[in-house]
Structures are given as C-alpha cells and as structure tokens.
C-alpha cells in the first residue's frame, strides 16, 4: 500500500486517531536518530489500540509499538508501515488502595511522582529511568537495585488473537519480559506499592536523581545502557578497561562519563552507532573474552 493511500485509508477508518504521515522517528528516540516513519499514530485508549492493531492486521501493514523511545536505535531509512506511540494521549492513572493502575503510555517519572503524592513508596527506582510504563514492562526495566518485577503485580495486554487480556505472569527476567518475544502489545500495569511517608520516598526520589545526574551523560542524547550487563563484571567498566573511553566513528561515541552509555555527539547516523557498537564487541571480547549483548532494541 502507498504510504499516503495507508494514511487516507486510516483516517476513514478512526476518525479520531491522531495520525501523521512520513514523521521523523528521530524527533521520538532520546538517541536523536533515525529516518522517517511511513505513518506514526497515536491512540487515545485501549478499544481504538485493539481497533487499530485488529485493522493493521487485517490488512497486512506492518505495526512497530515504540513507548518514550529511550531505549531504541532506527534505522536512518526509517520505519516501514504504521509506527504505534504510546504516550500521553494514552497515561491515565488510578489509584485502588495500595495499587496504581496505570496505562502503558504513562512516563516512569509521571508514575513514581504520582506514587509519592499518594504517600506509596516502591517505585523511586523507576523515577529516574525516562521510559514509558509498557516500554519499562516489556525490558523489566531497573535501577539502583529496583526492577519492575519488583512492582508489577497485573499486566494488561493484546493477546495473539488481538483481544484484551490481563496476566500475573509477565516473565520477567534480568531486562526481559514474556513481551520481548511474543509480539504481544502491553496495554498498563498495575503495580502494587507499600504506604510510606510522601517527604521520605521524595528524599529518596532526589538521592537517587543525584547518583545518577553525577554518573550519567543526561546532557547528551543517548539511548542509555547501551549493553547488558554480562554474566560476570560491568560492560562499562570492560568498555573502559578496554581504552574504549572516548572512542568514536563518525558522530556516535563512547561517552567519557560513562563509559556504557554511547552519545550523540549531534549528527550521528544508524551506521556510526553500529560500527561503533561493533568495535566494542570485538575489542571487549579480544580483552576479556566476552561478548557484549545489546541493551539497546534495534528497528
Ligand atoms: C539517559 C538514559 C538513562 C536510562 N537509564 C536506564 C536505567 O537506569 N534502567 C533501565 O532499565 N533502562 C534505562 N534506560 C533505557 C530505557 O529508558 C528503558 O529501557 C525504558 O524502559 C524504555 O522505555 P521506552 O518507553 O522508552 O521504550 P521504547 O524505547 O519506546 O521501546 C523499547 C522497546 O519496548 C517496546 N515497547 C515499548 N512500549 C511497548 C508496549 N506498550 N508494548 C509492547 N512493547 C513495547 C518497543 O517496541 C521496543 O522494542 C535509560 C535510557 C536513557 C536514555
């Protein structure tokens, strides 16, 4: 299907969706890279979510699901077919007793900050990640000895067959989730916290704000952690045993911060960030005999 036949075929369908055509995916990734998407939506509720995925479907069109962008390397071609973002026209939160219920759209700082007004304490790890909620689900994001299997008591979510479904069972694992492989689109959480005194959690909201402003290249753009962690030692510190610190190809570089995280230094293309990622396997793996994994998701 042409890219705008897509668009005027989509618009006929739901009215009501927010849609744009030919959209730079780089003004949607903290990583600032990244060439255009076909056609870039973004759903106001769960029944126009299931509406639109059932329709893509049906049709053939490909959906790629994208949340706050922060963990994410596209392509300098771009996404083909319909980009889905989950953002703030889909971020409502409730509380129930010593549960917020939330929409996958909801920012991690929105979360924790609505977590610390109603005086429940649990998730001032998450603060400082700046992903969205479902995108923090599918990676079982962390920090600072917090993850959200930590937190995540329910996961609402599109199933195979397109319906909605509700599950206590995410899989998570060290930044994995059921989610990663199956397809399966997250729609919120709930997440279950304790009660606790609002000026204690928003003490330690700012402790851990200030640990991580010290360490953390949050001036440059970046996609944070740009490996796993291995199995034994730190990929930041092997990166930087390595005498990888600084290191560039084109744009992309090592930060000099932070040695696991690799920055924008402004016109940075797809291809400097891999052949860069790729230097490091190699020389990481030459020096220590470990291959680093990607953190990052490539589209
Ligand atoms: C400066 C900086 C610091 C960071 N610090 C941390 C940290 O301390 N800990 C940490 O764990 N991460 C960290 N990250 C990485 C990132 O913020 C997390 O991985 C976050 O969970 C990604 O969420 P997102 O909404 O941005 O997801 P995106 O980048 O938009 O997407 C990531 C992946 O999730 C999928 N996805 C997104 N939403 C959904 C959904 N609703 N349903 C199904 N799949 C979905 C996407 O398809 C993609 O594969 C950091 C990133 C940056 C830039």
């Not at 649990?122 to 923090?136: D, K, R, T, V, Y």
């Not at 010290?214 to 753009?221: G, I, M, T, V």
Request: negative net charge.
């Amino acid at each position: 299907m042409m890219q705008s036949a897509l668009a005027n075929d989509l618009r006929r369908a739901f009215p009501a969706l927010a849609l744009r055509e030919n959209e730079p995916m780089k003004a949607h990734c903290s990583f600032r890279i990244g060439g255009p998407a076909d056609v870039f939506a973004e759903p106001g509720s769960a029944e126009e979510l299931r509406a639109l995925c059932g329709y893509l479907r049906a049709h053939g069109v490909a959906a790629t699901v994208i949340g706050n962008g922060t963990n994410l390397l596209v392509h300098d071609e771009g996404i083909r077919g319909v980009v889905v973002h989950l953002g703030e026209r889909f971020a409502a939160i409730r509380r129930e007793g010593d549960t917020l219920i939330a929409d996958a759209g909801v920012t991690l700082a929105r979360l924790a900050t609505a977590a610390k007004d109603a005086q429940l304490a649990g998730l001032e790890f998450a603060h400082g990640i700046p992903g969205s909620l479902g995108g923090a689900v599918m990676m079982n994001a962390g920090a600072y000895g917090g993850e959200m299997k930590d937190v995540v008591a329910f996961v609402r979510y599109l199933n195979a067959d397109g319906e909605i479904a509700e599950t206590a069972e995410p899989g998570f694992g060290y930044r994995h989730s059921r989610f990663a492989d199956s397809g399966e689109l997250i729609l919120g959480a709930t997440v279950h916290l304790v009660p606790d005194d609002g000026a204690a959690i928003h003490a330690r909201m700012m402790e851990l704000w200030a640990k991580r402003s010290a360490s953390q290249p949050l001036d440059r753009p970046s996609a944070g952690s740009t490996f796993k962690r291995p199995a034994t030692g730190y990929a930041a510190a092997m990166i930087d045993g390595a005498g990888l610190k600084g290191a560039r190809v084109g744009g992309a570089q090592v930060s000099e911060k932070h040695a696991g995280f690799v920055i924008n230094t402004g016109d940075a293309t797809f291809a400097d960030v891999t052949a860069l990622m790729a230097r490091i396997q190699e020389t990481v793996q030459a020096k220590y005999g470990v291959w680093l994994e990607p953190e990052v998701r490539i589209l």
